[in-house]
């Protein structure tokens, strides 16, 4: 098979679609410009594919970048999908043409034959949008063959890659032996495709939770024997219908939500949230199934919420610390389902929204209280429910009303470790200690309250450990500076900052000696920023740092501004430290910047690509490893690539040192024996653009388009109203913050 409209190739790719799927081969039609370049000149577009260091030679594929008109792509110079367009072969007809094709379809084979291994080569017709006039196509391909044999010089016939490759095979060729990947993808200078890799991180987390979601509710369906009859909840809109399972319609969303424009976040904003809406929809379906099923294995009638984020405005999410089901309550309970098969894989850390201080927590299999603590909702977690407010047409006085309904009514998180069963599940409950209910307990071991301070820059250096872990923090410069590993008594300077890099709207990228310029935008696809300046994401300032401690975890709140905030929080005894970042709103002005202007109007509404970065000590040398679809690791060389790649010449020093990371990014001292690894809980891009350094593309808000397709800015906003009143096809008035 090849693919027509890929943005890029993993290491997973060869092995998955080969050993795993029974793919013999697999061509793509867009590949590296430099890298392509390179191969044509010597005959190289075609090799053997050995993209897994694990399975090594059983996990080969035949591949190759498509020659199509000599400068790669998915199709060849023939098209037959204007009506208009054909083979004229009457010589007493004004438009005969039979000659002129057939002599320009002879220079090209013989062309292609000086860039291809062995006699055959392959013609691949094939594009988006394309070939859909199959009668059309077919009679004139069939004239067009017929006389190119006529001629006699190539011979011109109906194949498939299968075909391709068996003549391939008996040419008895030695073909070169290829490991590496295709990231980042660059069709020019500074055309790298690397900014698809965060595009809409809300859709790409939505997709991720879903599938874990599906994943263990399948479970659930299979041990609990709960049938699409018993659930009888149909998804208002089931499309597409891929089975007759309670789960099949989620299953079928989330599909669709993979697509290479979907997931990817290259799509228009009003197909965005369609996607998002189905998968809601569907998630609905397999709520009520999931429920049943967890009251089937438990022998209980009573009733089970979920709170997923599939509410309207968020009213009941807990990415952002809601649920309506354990608020303004003194008593609930706690089923939790352990979709992983490992012993280890039950200890895990749950985190529940709750109103009140004082709470008692029992697991209900033992019947002994659990260890728990209760921490106060913080300010920029309790206003994120008021970001989905729209205020468009609302009056004044109706506002406290709407503002009522969407705030958080919790002020507690109550946190506590479950231990659960390999693929089971643990029933635990929570009550007020001041209840009833907690009255009758015995000996109750009630949720330890923290304590909380905020730093001043008058303070010392504040040390906070888990008992694994050891980070330092100073309060002069509201930053990290140490993370100490207490068991190996190793220790590195650490910084955990926010900034931003200004998309570049076409122009000249700052830094660049030679070919520095280009009319290529910053978009849905491209990352293209217009200098290597990481900004600060606000006005310049001290980070102000709280310490909130008790006896389950310690967490560090850091705040840099009103849109970029982060909580470093170690857990007692655990081998990790969790980092948890709020990103935006993001604002488009920069009135904290010095702009252009032409009287009281500022030239200030700059896109904005928000990164993460992680600061320390290591000594990488350049080196650093992400993964490939969260199978393997996969080493980086700072403005290198792969030892296929011809030497190359890197245009974009940021972009094009960006890479995908689905789920771990790192860096290493081989002689030290030091490792430094951020895991994610979403798909990012991210690089290491200085020794020691990690940085992640967490967000991006852009005010331009790369005019790839998508015709539109990749301005998200809470009410998705970025571009109204734009025809199809057309640019809309973008650019308008809020509502």
Same mark, same amino acid.
């Given at each position: 098979?090849?693919?027509?409209?890929?943005?890029?190739?993993?290491?997973?790719?060869? !092995?998955?679609?080969?050993?795993?799927?029974?793919?013999?081969?697999?061509?793509?039609?867009?590949?590296?410009?430099?890298?392509?370049?390179?191969?044509?000149?010597?005959?190289?577009?075609? !090799?053997?594919?050995?993209?897994?260091?694990?399975?090594?030679?059983?996990? $080969?594929?035949?591949?190759?970048?498509?020659?199509?008109?000599? #400068?790669?792509?998915?199709?060849?110079?023939?098209?037959?999908?204007?009506?208009?367009?054909?083979?004229?072969?009457?010589?007493?007809?004004?438009?005969?043409?039979?000659?002129?094709?057939?002599?320009?379809?002879?220079?090209?084979?013989?062309?292609?034959?000086?860039?291809?291994?062995?006699?055959?080569?392959?013609?691949?017709?094939?594009?988006?949008?394309?070939?859909?006039?199959?009668?059309?196509?077919?009679?004139?391909?069939?004239?067009?063959?017929?006389?190119?044999?006529?001629?006699?010089?190539?011979?011109?016939?109906?194949?498939?890659?299968?075909?391709?490759?068996?003549?391939?095979?008996?040419?008895?060729?030695?073909?070169?032996?290829?490991?590496?990947?295709?990231?980042?993808? $660059?069709?020019?200078?500074?055309?790298?495709?690397?900014?698809?890799?965060?595009?809409?991180?809300?859709?790409?987390?939505?997709?991720?939770?879903?599938?874990?979601?599906?994943?263990?509710?399948?479970?659930?369906?299979?041990?609990?024997?709960?049938?699409?009859?018993?659930?009888?909840?149909?998804?208002?809109?089931?499309? %597409?219908?891929?089975?007759?399972?309670?789960?099949?319609?989620?299953?079928?969303?989330? #599909? @669709?939500?993979?697509?290479?424009?979907?997931?990817?976040?290259?799509?228009?904003?009003?197909?965005?949230?369609?996607?998002?809406?189905?998968?809601?929809?569907?998630?609905?379906?397999?709520?009520?199934?999931?429920?049943?099923?967890?009251?089937?294995?438990?022998?209980?009638?009573?009733?089970?919420?979920?709170?997923?984020?599939?509410?309207?405005?968020?009213?009941?999410?807990?990415?952002?610390?809601?649920?309506?089901?354990?608020? #303004?309550?003194?008593?609930?309970?706690?089923?939790?389902?352990?979709?992983?098969?490992?012993?280890?894989?039950?200890?895990?850390?749950?985190?529940?929204?709750?109103?009140?201080?004082?709470?008692?927590?029992?697991?209900?299999?033992?019947?002994?209280?659990?260890?728990?603590?209760?921490? =106060?909702?913080?300010?920029?977690?309790?206003?994120?429910?008021?970001?989905?407010?729209?205020?468009?047409?609302?009056?004044?006085?109706?506002?406290?009303?709407?503002?009522?309904?969407?705030?958080?009514?919790?002020?507690? @998180?109550?946190?506590?470790?479950?231990?659960?069963? %390999?693929?089971?599940?643990?029933?635990?409950?929570?009550?007020?200690?001041?209840?009833?209910?907690?009255?009758?307990?015995?000996?109750?071991?009630?949720?330890?309250?923290?304590?909380?301070?905020?730093?001043? =820059?008058?303070?010392?250096?504040?040390?906070?450990?888990?008992?694994?872990?050891?980070?330092?923090?100073?309060?002069?410069?509201?930053?990290?500076?140490?993370?100490?590993?207490?068991?190996?008594?190793?220790?590195?300077?650490?910084?955990?900052?926010?900034?931003?890099?200004?998309?570049?709207?076409?122009?000249?990228?700052?830094?660049?000696?030679?070919?520095?310029?280009?009319?290529?935008?910053?978009?849905?696809?491209?990352?293209?920023?217009?200098?290597?300046?990481?900004?600060?994401?606000? %006005?310049?300032?001290?980070?102000?740092?709280?310490?909130?401690?008790?006896?389950?975890?310690?967490?560090?709140?850091?705040?840099?501004?009103?849109?970029?905030?982060?909580?470093?929080?170690?857990?007692?005894?655990?081998?990790?430290?969790?980092?948890? !970042?709020?990103?935006?709103?993001?604002?488009?002005?920069?009135?904290?910047?010095?702009?252009?202007?032409?009287?009281?109007?500022?030239?200030?509404?700059?896109?904005?690509?928000?990164?993460?970065?992680?600061?320390?000590?290591?000594?990488?040398?350049?080196?650093?490893?992400?993964?490939?679809?969260?199978?393997?690791?996969?080493?980086?060389?700072?403005?290198?690539?792969?030892?296929?790649?011809?030497?190359?010449?890197?245009?974009?020093?940021? $972009?094009?040192?960006?890479?995908?990371?689905?789920?771990?990014?790192?860096?290493?001292?081989?002689?030290?024996?030091?490792?430094?690894?951020?895991?994610?809980?979403?798909?990012?891009?991210? $690089?290491?653009?200085?020794?020691?350094?990690?940085?992640?593309?967490?967000?991006?808000?852009?005010?331009?388009?790369?005019?790839?397709?998508?015709?539109?800015?990749?301005?998200?906003?809470?009410? #998705?109203?970025?571009?109204?009143?734009?025809?199809?096809?057309?640019?809309?008035?973008?650019?308008?913050?809020?509502?």
């Amino acid at each position: 098979t090849w693919q027509i409209d890929p943005f890029g190739h993993s290491n997973t790719e060869a !092995w998955l679609l080969g050993a795993e799927s029974g793919f013999e081969s697999l061509f793509w039609g867009r590949t590296d410009y430099q890298d392509f370049a390179a191969r044509k000149n010597k005959s190289r577009l075609e !090799w053997i594919w050995e993209g897994s260091q694990s399975l090594g030679q059983s996990a $080969a594929l035949f591949a190759g970048e498509l020659y199509g008109g000599g #400068g790669g792509g998915y199709g060849t110079w023939i098209g037959y999908d204007d009506p208009s367009n054909q083979v004229q072969d009457d010589p007493r007809r004004h438009d005969y043409n039979v000659d002129q094709l057939v002599d320009q379809f002879v220079q090209d084979a013989l062309s292609q034959a000086a860039h291809t291994q062995s006699d055959h080569q392959m013609w691949a017709c094939g594009s988006d949008f394309q070939y859909q006039n199959a009668d059309h196509w077919y009679h004139n391909l069939d004239k067009l063959i017929h006389y190119v044999n006529q001629n006699g010089t190539v011979n011109a016939f109906y194949s498939t890659p299968t075909l391709y490759v068996d003549q391939k095979k008996k040419s008895n060729m030695k073909w070169e032996q290829r490991y590496d990947d295709i990231f980042p993808l $660059a069709d020019d200078a500074h055309n790298y495709w690397s900014g698809y890799f965060t595009s809409r991180p809300a859709l790409k987390r939505q997709v991720r939770t879903a599938s874990n979601f599906l994943n263990a509710a399948r479970q659930l369906e299979v041990v609990s024997g709960v049938t699409a009859k018993d659930v009888d909840t149909p998804t208002v809109r089931p499309s %597409p219908q891929v089975g007759t399972s309670w789960t099949d319609s989620l299953e079928g969303t989330i #599909g @669709v939500a993979t697509h290479h424009d979907g997931m990817s976040g290259t799509e228009r904003q009003d197909v965005a949230d369609d996607y998002a809406q189905r998968i809601s929809e569907s998630h609905g379906e397999v709520e009520v199934g999931v429920a049943m099923s967890l009251q089937k294995l438990m022998g209980t009638d009573a009733r089970f919420d979920h709170c997923n984020c599939n509410s309207e405005g968020g009213q009941n999410c807990l990415n952002i610390t809601v649920c309506s089901t354990t608020t #303004g309550v003194d008593q609930f309970s706690v089923a939790a389902w352990n979709p992983l098969g490992q012993a280890e894989s039950g200890n895990q850390i749950l985190r529940i929204p709750v109103t009140g201080e004082s709470w008692i927590v029992k697991d209900e299999a033992t019947g002994k209280t659990v260890q728990a603590q209760v921490s =106060a909702i913080d300010k920029r977690t309790l206003e994120l429910p008021l970001l989905y407010i729209n205020h468009f047409g609302v009056k004044k006085e109706d506002l406290p009303k709407i503002i009522d309904a969407y705030s958080n009514k919790a002020t507690h @998180v109550l946190t506590f470790a479950a231990e659960m069963p %390999p693929m089971g599940y643990k029933l635990f409950s929570a009550t007020a200690s001041t209840s009833a209910v907690a009255a009758k307990l015995l000996a109750p071991i009630k949720a330890t309250k923290t304590t909380s301070r905020r730093l001043s =820059a008058r303070d010392s250096p504040t040390t906070v450990s888990n008992g694994v872990y050891e980070v330092t923090v100073d309060p002069s410069t509201g930053l990290l500076t140490k993370l100490k590993n207490l068991k190996s008594n190793l220790e590195t300077d650490f910084e955990i900052t926010w900034g931003w890099y200004n998309s570049s709207d076409g122009g000249c990228t700052t830094g660049i000696k030679t070919d520095a310029c280009s009319t290529q935008k910053s978009g849905a696809y491209i990352f293209r920023p217009n200098s290597s300046t990481v900004f600060f994401p606000g %006005p310049k300032r001290t980070p102000t740092v709280d310490i909130v401690k008790g006896p389950l975890f310690t967490e560090i709140y850091q705040t840099f501004s009103d849109w970029a905030t982060h909580v470093v929080r170690l857990y007692e005894g655990s081998e990790y430290i969790e980092v948890e !970042w709020t990103a935006g709103p993001i604002p488009i002005d920069t009135p904290w910047l010095p702009a252009s202007s032409i009287g009281d109007t500022r030239f200030d509404n700059w896109g904005k690509e928000v990164i993460l970065k992680y600061k320390t000590s290591v000594d990488s040398k350049g080196a650093f490893y992400t993964d490939a679809n969260g199978r393997e690791m996969v080493k980086r060389q700072y403005n290198q690539r792969g030892p296929s790649y011809p030497p190359l010449v890197v245009h974009e020093p940021v $972009a094009g040192n960006y890479y995908p990371v689905n789920s771990m990014i790192s860096l290493q001292d081989d002689t030290e024996k030091v490792q430094l690894a951020v895991i994610t809980d979403v798909s990012v891009g991210g $690089a290491s653009l200085a020794d020691g350094e990690l940085e992640l593309k967490v967000h991006r808000r852009i005010q331009g388009d790369d005019n790839l397709g998508v015709q539109e800015p990749l301005n998200e906003t809470m009410c #998705g109203c970025n571009d109204r009143g734009a025809a199809p096809g057309k640019m809309g008035a973008h650019g308008h913050e809020g509502d």
